[in-house]
């Protein structure tokens, strides 16, 4: 599972920062995910504490902030609300949709102590 | 997993077949890749002044938010971009095999290595979790191959493969594959610093995978459907199978291939040769 290689990068950002910043621990992480991400957020909560243990960030909140899909519908001219990758525009039916929100994958701030 | 850093543990095992070392600190750090990315937003500290602590005084711990924005997978980005310069700076054409696992991925190389070695030197890299199966079958083309097994893991990564070619220096002027880890759904996300993924499908897996593993038809540029010698014996549908992969990503080259028979694989090899050519005049442009 590839949330595990995720985790270890979000983790890996956040021990960085917290040395940079001076700080004594890491007590809460947020994360944007897009909701069209491929990304699992329960599997990323399942393995934050377990990659955290043993690091500054260990005990730390996981946040997990879904950002939701949109795209721009280039028959509609608009922006529309998607619901999966690829899936066909909501008000016309085409297919012709460019994703412009849904896809992050990002670390966005954290709490230190 | 390394708990200091987070990075995964793989271990790549050498041509020799023998282990060059477990994961270790000294070697995980101690190597040409640059670990200083940049920190756009590294010093945008946020001071919450009146946080749980109450109060400035000093020996008091005083919590407060730091803003990071940075992409997850900014750390494998970077390793990728480094082995893009390091490929391009030796014109090696390097092309990312991506599939589920038994789709003949590696039947597949090995036959089109036999193709393309008197015209261009080639070399693999190879990952699986666990066996060096697979790179013993690619040096018994006669092509030099080195086996990354990934572990745990579902995939290769940047930092992976960056150790993997350095210790497989691949000639001037040659083709690199790299066959990832059979799995199409993670090695999408990964970008290795190749110049295309290929994705395989092959016939006996059902038209609507396109549509069911998205991603990875997104993320190639091309789609080989494999095993086209099984298709008098099986129901399947290239026509649909193609519009399937065509409507998630318009711009996906197809070619029908049997790594069996040698069907396509002309063709695999002509497109292979005209876009290593393209790619070398673009860079003698100097473009990217």
Known sequence: ?113 | MCSTCGCGQAEIVLDSGKSAGAHAHDHAHDHAHDHDHHHHHDNGAIDYGNGPAGAHAPGVSQERMVAIERDIMSKNDAYARDNRRALAAKGVFALNLVSSPGSGKTTLLARTIEALKDRLPVSVVEGDQQTSNDAERIRATGAPAIQINTGKGCHLDAHMVGHAIETLDPAPNSVLFIENVGNLVCPAGFDLGEAHKVVVLSVTEGEDKPLKYPDMFVAADLMLLNKSDLLPHLDFDVGLCLANALRINPHLQTLVVSARTGEGLSAFVAWIEANAARRAAAMAKGGA
Do not use: N, Y
């Not at chain 1, 957020?41 to 909140?61: D, K, N, Y």
């Not at chain 1, 990758?85 to 994703?99: A, D, K």
């Open chain 1, 1 to 113: 599972m590839h949330e595990m290689s995720l985790t270890e990068s979000i983790v890996e950002i956040a021990v960085e920062t917290a040395r940079k910043e001076g700080a004594e621990r890491v007590t809460r992480v947020v994360v944007d995910v897009g909701q069209l991400s491929h990304v699992e957020p329960e599997a990323l909560e399942f393995c934050f504490a377990a990659v955290a243990r043993g690091t500054i960030v260990e005990g730390a909140r996981l946040e997990v902030a879904r950002v939701p899909g949109a795209g721009f519908c280039s028959d509609c001219g608009k922006t529309v609300a998607i619901a999966e990758r690829f899936s066909p525009c909501p008000e016309c039916g085409g297919f012709r949709v460019q994703m412009t929100a849904g896809d992050e994958l990002k670390v966005r701030e954290m709490e230190i102590a």
